[in-house]
């Protein structure tokens, strides 16, 4: 009864949204889901066919309906071929938070997920502390006794696997909230600089490269304090609430003194989200204007470069290289041409373009470690694709994909590297 | 539903997964919801979906849904826009996405053998590299299967010259209602007798279901040519068609879109079309160097005493693709324009375009429901869509009629019911329009030939005997709820 009323009331969904989708079919060949299963439950359309079903009252919201949602990866490749221009993100997005009065889930793990989206991901201190740990466990060998001991595969199958996702950690971490980077040269812009919750830590090398490619660009690096997580993983599993705290708090961190300098973002799922504060926040009486304006400044790092028409470095790299689509930078952001222009620019390389580069690769945030059977049988057939390509290197713009892809080629025992375009471009600055 | 009839459902299911296996048999009610639908205006729940792996499965599954007297209904893509896909009766939904391999590509005698559920786009796609292509293109090409194509003889911007569907299928292994399985056409066994091949295409999955299907692959043309020329009024941009034509000529397609349409597709993708125009002309001209050329200056010779606003000429691919994404995306972009639209598909005779397109622009201005005309001009395939909000009392009902009116103005002309997108559900009223009660009794004639129980798409294509079209449209659209109209 009590779900009955609930169903009745559609609020949580925009019907002049919901109903823009004509049903077809135009999407269903660039769901990775779909791609994977050829189900239709698994597809944008499904989806969305559930979500007028549940809001016209003739369905429940059942495990088996939220299992299809929980399925998908938010990719956003439907929203970018639909011909009716359904905003799918939207959708799906005001649906997971939706779920979450639904879900029956334990105790135990549910304190663990509400301790790791509000107080982990959001809080660099936390965070930090616990890739400093990950960071033992793997430096300090206990990693490879683990591995060798398969001593999780007691405990469980799923243990094990979440144990293979422990990121690879590049590098220092990449401590530099409230730091001023200057190109050292007269006349410069000065832009400012997301470092955003995971990336710092894992990537610091690569966040490293990204500063040093726009001061090479002239540009004057400025890194605010008090920024943080910009909200994405929030709202993607249903935690529309803490995302809008976020964006608020890192509106203000980065119009401090300056409210018109372009933000320019080096992970692609973080641009994209923070593109979409002015309507994340819309109905808020305060932040609305802010928001819209913040988004207008917000520049994908691929994006930025490639429009300052920096020439690449003197050094040349000799190998073949292909680029995997960062979903949220070419669905979201719409910028395609942006990352191959600059892998075409560098002295020697190969480029060639994966076969489906523009289907995920099935990381999906925290997907890869809460829909590993799914995150996996997507990654098998980019990994084949990639097998097939012949390239060297694998690039992209994004730390999900980064480390997707990194697990799947190390399982399959492939011989390809995967670079962030950027830090192939600062590549090309190093003296042999 | 009763204990027997539920206990009967249980045991189908058992049997069917037993057939395919448990993950490709889905019969869970939020499941079912999945499959109701396709790109038309109609809806209906079948009972259960197999996702069957070869024509084995296929024949086995038929066997059983004989057994237990239910009806089946293939599915492709469920692109369709006249609800040949759907499930009226409820029954077996048999979903062609698993068997979506290339089995065998012949680059030497031009053809390619592929299982139904391939996708149009990547059976060309596959084929580039080797310097072929698969020409039937309808615009739904990124989404809809071959199996699908055939069943609706599929046609596209591109069969003003190549033909439809049917031109470019040589041969094909089916399943008939009793399990057996057999082979239609060349390849296997030569086509000597009736041509069943061309019966089964176009029969909308009423007669038999494809299972293996070999196509004639074209070469890429050494050259192509896509011409954008804008006019101030539709009768220009028609009586500019009607010129090529007359002139003998036969360019690879001849697309046509008025203001409403230029309108959208510039809002969607920005293709470059010219907003003041009253109509664009899409032309591509494909085949040696010299002769696309030639045939180019003769076209742009005959569109100047039109008074073209311009003319745009696109030689590589890039800027073809350019001029072509608007093209291709039109359909869904009159979302822009109005909350609902209804596509109408009928055909006339090439030289009734201006008569016919000024009857349709009367009838927009006596309803006062702007009409968006898209048109194959080529072949005179005319798509009107009728912009309209379903929110607004009484607007189904009078759109439905202006449909119907169109239709009718087509018949009248000359023409045909339906270009490509088939009967179905959704004209099925409108079928005595165009047949008497003999040319119908000869046609289930031949249904009842292939089987006489009925069980395959059961109530597609021939009239239910509701009588007026409208009435059965008006059902489904009741049916399907808010906003669900192509
Ligand atoms: C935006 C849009 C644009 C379109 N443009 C065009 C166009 O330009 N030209 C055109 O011709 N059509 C067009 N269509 C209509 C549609 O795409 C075609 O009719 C297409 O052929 C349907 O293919 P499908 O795979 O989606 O088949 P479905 O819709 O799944 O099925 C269509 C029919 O085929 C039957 N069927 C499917 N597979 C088999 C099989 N293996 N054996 C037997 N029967 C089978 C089904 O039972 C059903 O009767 C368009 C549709 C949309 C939504
Ligand atoms: S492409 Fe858009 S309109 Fe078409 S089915 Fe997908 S979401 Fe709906
Ligand atoms: S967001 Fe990605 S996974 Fe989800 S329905 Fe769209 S295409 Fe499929």
Redesign the pocket.
Known sequence: MVEAQQMSQPSWLNESELYKCVH???CLQACPTYLATGLETESPRGRIALMKAVNEGRLEISDQVMRHWDLCIQCRACEDVC?SGVPYGNLIESTMDRLRVHRKIGFVPRLAYEISLRYLIPNQRNLAIVFSMMNFYIKSGLQKLVRKTKILKLISDRLERLEKMTPSINGKFFRAQGQFYSADVEGTEKIQMLSGCVMPLTQGDQMRAAVRMLNRANKDVEIPSNQGCCGAINSHVGGLEKAKELARANIDAFSKGNDSEPIVVASAGCGARMMEYGHLLSDDADYALKAVNFSKRVVDINEFLDQSKLQPGEASIHKIVTYQDSCHLANVQKVKDAPRNLIKSIGGVDFCELKGSNVCCGAGGTYMITEPEMSEAVLTEKIRNLADSGADIIATANPGCFMQLDNGIKAAGLDVEVKYVTELLDETYKQK | MSQSELSEINDLVADLKNIVGGGYVLDDKADLLVYEY??SIDRGSPVVIVLPASATEISSVLKLARAHSIPV?????????SG??IAEQGGIVIS?ARMNKILEVNSDDRYAIVE?GVVNLDLSTHVGPQGLYYAPD???QR???I??????N????HCLAYGVTTNHVLGMEVVLADGSVTWFGENERDGVGYDLRGITIGS??TL????KISVRLLRSPEHVKTILMAFETIEDASAAVTGIIGAGMVPAAIEMMDHFCIKAAEGAVGAGYPEGAGAVLLVELDGLFEAVEEEYEEIEAICREFGPLEVRVADDSLEREKLWSGRKGV??ALGRLAPNYYLVDGTIPRTKLVDVLRQINELSERSGYPIANLLHAGDGNLHPSILFDERKPGDVENILAIGSEILRICVESGGVLSG???I?LEKQDQMPLMFSDEDMATMSLLKIAFETEDLL?PG?VFPTGAGCGDISQARAIARVGPGAY?
């Open positions: 077809c079919g135009f011909p | 396709d790109g209904v293939a599915r492709g893509a469920g692109t369709g826009l040949g896909a062609m139904p309808p615009s739904s989404a809809c299967t199996g699908g194509n055939i069943a609706e599929a046609g596209g911007p909308e999955g038999a279901i494809v299972t359909l869904g490509e997108h088939g179905g798409n597609k192509i």
